[in-house]
Each structure stands twice: as structure tokens, then as C-alpha cells.
């Protein structure tokens, strides 16, 4: 049973405007939640983190959501740039544990 | 760059024969994982290892197992390939202080036919 839920496969945004991505979970025990990002043929790569404590963290153009009561995160990017192209998975893991659990990923294309 | 490296990156093999991967590390980090990626599943953990010779199972460790008898490396064979171990596999490293994120290695692409 999918614990982390990324419902939209595919995204596509123009660029410079704003790209969300969104991110459910079922277990309440999950307290650290991760965005990464992937490339073709190359390995996740971490993009920001938060922790359960904080309901925003911010990285440049990145920033993530967490609403622990509607159990969602979201990824936001401004402005969104063509080499964004990626797929974007979240992750989330509890701190008494040592797995992480992915979503499916969503793939998001920027259009020049 | 966290140093991983992934040995083969690529593999094609036949039903039934063994196949071992390496993941190597070079940063000391004391958790260890390995993925597998699949069109519609995303990334599903099948063995992390704590330590050396300290290994447990994840959501989908059925046909595999691991081995992590050195800090750097850890091991994952496939007994008897089957057909539904095509995939890409992916290794992760991760220190739980201060950080918490893993960081992946490149891959390795296998293809059982």
C-alpha cells in the first residue's frame, strides 16, 4: 500500500511562472519529508527538506509546504526555469525509523 | 557530490543466472540502500543496511539479498534472475547526523531476458 502519494504523473508549466507539485502521505508517523529531483539516466538528486516541527522551508526558488493536518506537502518553484525538466519525487520517513518511502513521481516539463 | 559509485551500469542477463551489483562509497556514511525505479512505482527500497553485517529487508526484498561485510560497499545479488527484476537499481548513502537526506548513486540499468 503506497504510503507517499504523487497523484499528478505529469506537469507542464511556462516558464517563469510558478510550478506546484503536490505530495500526499498516510502514515502519521512520518516526521522528515524530502523533494528530490531526477534526471534521465542519472540518480535522485536532494532538493529541500522539512521537518515536522515547521510548516515552511525555503531554498532560493524552492520552497515546501507541509500541512500535517491534510497530511500534504507541496513543492513550489519560482520562476520556474527549462532546466527544472525533471521528475520530482517526494519521500518522507519517520525518525524512529531508517526507511524513507517514495512516491511515484511527477514528472514536470518547462516550456520556454 | 557525495562519492557513490554503482558497478555495472549497465547489465544484460539471462533468466536464471546470478547477478551480483556493487555500490561503493567513499564518504564513511553508515546507511546504505538500495531502490529499484519501475515506470508507475516509483522508487521501492528492497534491503538498507545499519552497519557492517547489519542489513534489513525492505517492501520488496523478495528474490534478492545483500551483503555488507566493509563500511563501503554493499553488495546486492539476484539468486536466479527472473524477467520481473528488469529494472533500474539504484544505490543510496545516507549519515544520520546531522543529515538526514540520502544521496543516490547513478545506477544500474538491468535487463533479465
Known amino acids: 500500500d503506497q504510503q507517499v502519494k504523487q497523484n499528478s504523473p505529469s506537469l507542464s508549466v511556462q516558464e517563469g511562472r510558478i510550478s506546484i507539485l503536490n505530495c500526499d502521505y498516510t502514515n502519521s508517523m512520518f516526521d522528515y519529508f524530502l523533494w528530490y529531483k531526477k534526471y534521465p539516466a542519472e540518480g535522485p538528486t536532494f532538493l529541500i527538506s522539512i521537518s515536522s516541527i515547521k510548516d515552511k522551508n525555503e531554498d532560493g526558488r524552492f520552497t515546501v509546504f507541509l500541512n500535517k493536518s491534510a497530511k500534504h506537502l507541496s513543492l513550489h518553484i519560482v520562476p520556474s526555469q527549462p532546466g527544472d525538466s525533471a521528475v520530482y519525487f517526494c519521500a518522507a520517513s519517520a525518525n524512529t525509523g531508517n526507511q524513507f518511502y517514495f512516491g511515484t513521481g511527477t514528472s514536470l516539463t518547462v516550456i520556454p | 557530490d557525495a562519492g557513490i559509485t554503482q558497478s555495472p551500469r549497465h547489465k544484460v542477463t539471462e533468466t536464471g543466472t546470478p547477478v551480483t551489483l556493487r555500490c561503493h562509497q567513499t564518504e564513511n556514511h553508515r546507511y546504505m540502500y538500495w531502490y529499484r525505479q519501475d515506470p508507475g512505482h516509483g522508487l521501492r527500497l528492497i534491503h538498507y543496511?545499519?552497519?557492517?553485517?547489519?542489513?534489513d529487508k525492505g517492501e520488496v526484498s523478495d528474490g534478492y539479498s545483500v551483503s555488507r561485510s566493509k563500511t563501503e560497499d554493499f553488495l546486492l545479488t539476484l539468486e536466479s534472475a527472473t524477467s520481473s527484476q528488469t529494472s533500474v537499481y539504484f544505490c543510496?548513502?545516507?549519515?544520520?547526523?546531522?543529515?538526514?537526506?540520502?544521496?543516490f548513486g547513478p545506477g544500474t540499468r538491468l535487463t533479465v531476458l
Open positions: 543510496a548513502i545516507r549519515e544520520r547526523e546531522p543529515l538526514n537526506e540520502q544521496f
Open positions: 543496511s545499519y552497519g557492517v553485517k547489519d542489513t
